[in-house]
């Protein structure tokens, strides 16, 4: 079983549309969580950071349950400029080593 | 203050071939992170090393691959008799401190094709 594990998609949504990535972890030591946001051929960037109370960035919102080892994000009003894959991302143990999920793919269409 | 920064972008080496990496950390950073993407797959950890050691190489394959962070100078990935398998993006990434839990911000990646 991978440690992180993403639907690949795509999901194909329309402009202004909402839609929610989940997440599943498996190590339950792990510490900190993060969405990246990767263009296809460039570094991954990172979007936000996830926290159990829940945090919002602007129309993303992402959440962390720890009792049931998941992770979400939701983006409301979807742009054109959202499309990319979007990576879940775990920190575990000393150091700054981060376990990546293999991405979800999202295609904003109008 | 520039981020980290890689080179080259792009890289093809023929089979068999020496293929060396670099990557600059950020100012001020003490902690270099490699990564490599594979195609359609998620990035995977190679190792994390301080000024002049390796602290964790628990994602290197064990031939051919080496990397170090000298006291000088970037620190350097490198592939020795390089295999198409081998054709992947490699990100790097740098830290201030090893500890603080911190999301990691990337170079821009260097783009091997072993041909």
Known sequence: RKEVEQDPGPFNVPEGATVAFNCTYSNSASQSFFWYRQDCRKEPKLLMSVYSSGNEDGRFTAQLNRASQYISLLIRDSKLSDSATYLCVSLTGGGNKLTFGTGTQLKVEL | ?115
């Open chain 2, 1 to 115: 203050n520039a981020g980290v920064m890689q080179n080259p972008r792009h890289l093809v080496r023929r089979r068999g071939q020496e293929a060396r990496l670099r990557c600059s950390p950020m100012k001020g950073h003490s902690h270099v992170y490699w990564y490599r993407q594979l195609p359609e797959e998620g990035l995977k950890f190679m190792v994390y090393l301080q000024k002049e050691n390796i602290i964790d190489e628990s994602g290197m394959p064990k031939e051919r691959f080496s990397a170090e962070f000298p006291k000088e100078g970037p620190s350097i990935l490198r592939i020795q008799q390089v295999v198409r398998g081998d054709s992947a993006a490699y990100f790097c990434a740098s830290s201030p401190d090893s500890s603080d839990g911190s999301p990691l911000h990337f170079g821009n990646g260097t783009r091997l094709t072993v041909t």
